[in-house]
C-alpha cells in the first residue's frame, strides 16, 4: 500500500516507538518564542545543566508582546536574549522580527518533509511547505530543545481534496473557515490533514500557510500542501536549493487515507464567523449590516504581504467609517518595510488606521488593540473563543478582504459591494 | 494507583485554553503564580471559582473537545496550582491532553453517553475513584465507568512526566 506524505515524513524521522501507537521523532527546527519557552529554559538550567541538543536546529524570536509592554514581558525577552547567547542560537529580536510562523518561511527556515515543533498551537502554518509542523506544549518543547526528540500518536490521514475555480472576493481564509464549518472543531482531532486539488494547486504559498494555519482550529494535529512549483520558486526567492525535495515529498499515488474527502468550491461565498468558535460560519450575506467597532488586520493568519496588498486595494484612496477604528499589524519587519516601499502603509495611514509594528499583539488580547467588554471587532485573526480578543469582546473572523470592506462602512460588508 | 477524590462538573463544550487561563497572565518567566487566575474569565451561569464545591474538587468533568485552542501548557499548570489531578471529558484537543499526560495529570475520555450519566446524577455523584490500574471510574452513587489509556500516556502518568523520561532514555 502506498504512502501519505506525512507517513513518508513520519517513517523519515522515527527514531523510536516507546510504546504501542506512538513515535518519537527527531526534529528538524523547534521554533522558541518568549511567552511558552522561559518556563522550559529555565527548567533544563535547573535540572539538566543548561543544554541544547544542537543550536543549529533552534530559532528563538520575540514576536507575541512585540516590543515589551511592561517589566514582566520584558524579562520574558531577556531570559530569551541571555539563552541565545549562551548558545549561539539564531535569534530574530525586536526590530527584526515577526510572528514566527510568518517569519521562519520568510526567512528561509522551512523547507519540505521537514519536522518542526513550537510551543504555539499555529506551528501548522508551515505545513503549507509539505512539512510536518505541530504546536506543542512547553513540556514537551523542553525536551525537543534537551535532546531534540518529540512524541506523537501515529497519525490518522485526511485527504480533502479542494476542485472547482474560486470565486473573485474569495480567498483561502473564506476556504479554511468554510471548511472548518464543515469539519467542526473537533472533525480532525488527531488527524494531519493533506489538502490538494486545483484550487490549492493555484494559490501561491502565502494562500497556502493561511489554510494550513487554521487546520489546527478543527482539532488537526497538522495540515500540510504538497510541494510544487510554487513552493519551489518562494524557496528559491531565499536562495534554497529545493528540487529534489519537490519529488521526494510527495504522496504515492496509491496512498490510502483514513479519512478522503472532496469539496467543490467555485460557488463558495466570503466567509464570516459568528458565535464563540471557528466553525460557526456564514456566508458573508448572511452576517452583512453586523456592527462592528474595531477592524484588526494581521496575525500569522492574515498578516503577510499579500494579505495587506488585498486590503490596501479596497481601501485606496477612501476613509473607513466615523464609528469605527482600524488598526494593521503587518506580521513581520520584512512585510512592514515592504509595504512602506509599496505605498500600502500610507495607504492604510491615509485611510484613518493605525498602522503597527509586526506583534501577535491583539490576536490573543494581549496587547495593540485589546477590546472592551461589548466591543465587537471584524478581525482577520483565527479564534473567536468568548473573550479572545479581549474579555467581553465578540470577534468575527473573515478575509482580509472582507475585513477592509468592512471598515469601510463600519458594518461587516460584502466586498463584492464595494469594488 | 487510586485517586479518590471530590468532583467538579463544567457542563460547557469546547472550553479552549483562553477561557482556562487568560492570555494576560501569560507573561511570567514561571511556572507558579497561575492558580487564583483558573477559569478567571469561564462566563458561565452558577460557576464561581470561590464556590466551595469547585475548591475541593480535584477531579473536574467536562464536556467536548476539553482545552481547545492555545497550546498554553499554563492551562494544565492552573489546574495543578489548583490540585486537579484528572479531567474527565467525551474528548480532549490533542496538545492540552498531551500537556497533561506529560506532566503526570490524567486526561480520560468517555464516551459522550457516560458523560451524560455522570452530568445526570451531578447532584448525587460528589466522589469518584479513579483507579489506573483497573481502567476504571467508579462513583459514589454506584455508576462505574470503564476507560483505556494510550500506553505512553500511562507511562508518563506513572512515571511523572515526560522531562525526566526523555533524559533518562534518549
Known amino acids: ?419 | 494507583m487510586k485517586i479518590q477524590e471530590k468532583v467538579y462538573f463544567l457542563d460547557r463544550a469546547n472550553i479552549d485554553t483562553d477561557q482556562i487561563i487568560p492570555a494576560k497572565y501569560l507573561t511570567g518567566i514561571s511556572i507558579s503564580g497561575l492558580g487564583p487566575h483558573l477559569f478567571e474569565d469561564l462566563d458561565m451561569p452558577g460557576f464561581s471559582q470561590s464556590n466551595q464545591d469547585f475548591q475541593e474538587a480535584t477531579i473536574l468533568i467536562a464536556q467536548e473537545n476539553f482545552g481547545c485552542g492555545s497550546s498554553r501548557e499554563h492551562a494544565v499548570w492552573a489546574l495543578e496550582a489548583n490540585d486537579f489531578k484528572v479531567v474527565i471529558a467525551p474528548s480532549f484537543a490533542r496538545i492540552f491532553r498531551q500537556n497533561m499526560f506529560n506532566r503526570g495529570l490524567l486526561a480520560i475520555e468517555i464516551s459522550q453517553s457516560e458523560i451524560d450519566q455522570m452530568f445526570n446524577a451531578a447532584g448525587r455523584m460528589v466522589n469518584c475513584e479513579v483507579d489506573l490500574n483497573e481502567k476504571q471510574i467508579k462513583c459514589n452513587n454506584g455508576l462505574i465507568f470503564r476507560f483505556s489509556l494510550d500506553e505512553f500516556a500511562e507511562r508518563l502518568v506513572r512515571e511523572d512526566g515526560l522531562v525526566g523520561f526523555v533524559a533518562k532514555n534518549y
Open chain 1, 1 to 419: 500500500m502506498g504512502k501519505t506524505l506525512v507517513q513518508k515524513i513520519f517513517d523519515g524521522h522515527i527514531i523510536d516507538r516507546p510504546s504501542a501507537g506512538t513515535v518519537a521523532l527527531e526534529v528538524d527546527l523547534v521554533m522558541c518564542h518568549e511567552i511558552t519557552t522561559p518556563p522550559a529554559i529555565l527548567d533544563i538550567q535547573n535540572k539538566w545543566g543548561d543544554e541544547v541538543f544542537n543550536p543549529n536546529k533552534i530559532v528563538a524570536l520575540i514576536d507575541h508582546v512585540n516590543p515589551a509592554k511592561d517589566s514582566a514581558t520584558a524579562l520574558q525577552g531577556k531570559v530569551m536574549r541571555d539563552w541565545v547567547r549562551r548558545h549561539d542560537i539564531k535569534f530574530y529580536d525586536v526590530g527584526s522580527n515577526g510572528v514566527c510562523h510568518a517569519l521562519l518561511p520568510e526567512q528561509g527556515h522551512v523547507l519540505p518533509g521537514m519536522t518542526i515543533v513550537c510551543g504555539d498551537s499555529h506551528t501548522c502554518t508551515h505545513g503549507a511547505f509539505g512539512a510536518f509542523a505541530a504546536g506543542i506544549g512547553t513540556t514537551d518543547l523542553e525536551a525537543a530543545i534537551l535532546k531534540g526528540v518529540v512524541f506523537f500518536r501515529e497519525p490518522k490521514t485526511m485527504r480533502i481534496q479542494l476542485d472547482g475555480k474560486l470565486s473573485e472576493n474569495v480567498y483561502a481564509k473564506d476556504v479554511i473557515l468554510y471548511l472548518i464549518s464543515q469539519l467542526g472543531v473537533k472533525g480532525a482531532t488527531d488527524y494531519v490533514i493533506e489538502f490538494c486539488g486545483p484550487i490549492i494547486e493555484n494559490m501561491d504559498m502565502e494562500s497556502r500557510m493561511t489554510i494550513c494555519n487554521m487546520s489546527v482550529e478543527a482539532g488537526a494535529t497538522s495540515g500540510l500542501c504538497y510541494p510544487d512549483g510554487q513552493t519551489l520558486e518562494y524557496c528559491r526567492q531565499r536562495n534554497l536549493e529545493i528540487e529534489s525535495l519537490i519529488w521526494d515529498w510527495q504522496p504515492d499515488s496509491d496512498a490510502q487515507y483514513d479519512k478522503d474527502l472532496l469539496f467543490n468550491l467555485s460557488l463558495l461565498e466570503p466567509q464570516v464567523t459568528f458565535g464563540s468558535n471557528p466553525s460557526q460560519v456564514k456566508s458573508v450575506t448572511e452576517m452583512a449590516g453586523t456592527k462592528v467597532d474595531q477592524v484588526y488586520l494581521g496575525s500569522c493568519t492574515n498578516g503577510r504581504i499579500t494579505d495587506l496588498r488585498i486590503a490596501a486595494k479596497i481601501l485606496e484612496g477612501k476613509h473607513i467609517a466615523k464609528s469605527v477604528r482600524m488598526i494593521v499589524s503587518p506580521a513581520t519587519t520584512q512585510v512592514q518595510i515592504q509595504a512602506i516601499q509599496e505605498g500600502l502603509a500610507e495607504i492604510f495611514i491615509q485611510a484613518g488606521a493605525c498602522f503597527t509594528n509586526p506583534t501577535c499583539g491583539a490576536c490573543l488580547g494581549m496587547s495593540s488593540g485589546v477590546l472592551a467588554k461589548g466591543e465587537v471587532c471584524a478581525s482577520t485573526t483565527n479564534r473567536n473563543f468568548p473573550g479572545r480578543m479581549g474579555k467581553g469582546g465578540t470577534v468575527h473572523l473573515m478575509s482580509p478582504d472582507t475585513a477592509a470592506a468592512t471598515a469601510l462602512r463600519g458594518f461587516i460588508t460584502d466586498p463584492r459591494e464595494v469594488i
